[in-house]
C-alpha cells in the first residue's frame, strides 16, 4: 500500500508557472506507474500524465502536451508535475495516483478507475 499527498497548488496568473509535488510513503515508489489527473468545478474527472516505475516513460494529454512534465524522484519518493504557460482552462484540484501495474511503456492515457490509490488533491487556480 501507498499514500500520497500533494502539495504546490495556488493562485497563478496566466502564463505563470507551478511545480506540484505527491510526496509518497508506504511501499517502494518504483513498484508503481503515477498519474496526475485533475477536476475542474462541476466537471469529470481526467487524465492529465502518467509515468511508469522507472521514469522512462511519460504520456500527457493532448491539452497539456508541451506545457506540463511529470517527473519522479524514486529515492525521495516523490513524484513531480512542472506546469508551465498556464491557462485559466487548467484551474482544477490536481490529484496524484499511483497503480500496481508494470508499465514499460505507457502507450496512452491512464483510466482513474484504474488507479488503486490517490491522494486529496491540492487546488490550482489560473487567473486571467
Known amino acids: 500500500q501507498v499514500q500520497l499527498v500533494e502539495s504546490g497548488g495556488g493562485l497563478v496568473q496566466a502564463g505563470g508557472s507551478l511545480r506540484l509535488s505527491c510526496a509518497t510513503s508506504?511501499?517502494?515508489?518504483?513498484?508503481?506507474?503515477m498519474g496526475w489527473f485533475r477536476q475542474a468545478a462541476g466537471k469529470e474527472r481526467e487524465f492529465v500524465g502518467g509515468?511508469?516505475?522507472?521514469?522512462?516513460?511519460?504520456y500527457y494529454a493532448d491539452s497539456v502536451k508541451g506545457r506540463f512534465t511529470i517527473s519522479r524522484d524514486n529515492a525521495k519518493r516523490t513524484v513531480y508535475l512542472q506546469m508551465n504557460s498556464l491557462k485559466p482552462e487548467d484551474t482544477a484540484v490536481y490529484y496524484c495516483?499511483?497503480?500496481?501495474?508494470?508499465?514499460?511503456?505507457?502507450?496512452?492515457?491512464?483510466?482513474?478507475?484504474?488507479?488503486?490509490?490517490w491522494g486529496k488533491g491540492t487546488l490550482v487556480t489560473v487567473s486571467s
Open positions: 495516483a499511483a497503480d500496481r501495474r508494470f508499465m514499460d511503456v505507457i502507450r496512452g492515457p491512464l483510466s482513474s478507475s484504474g488507479m488503486d490509490y
Open positions: 508506504g511501499r517502494t515508489l518504483s513498484s508503481y506507474l
Open positions: 509515468i511508469n516505475g522507472n521514469g522512462g516513460s511519460t
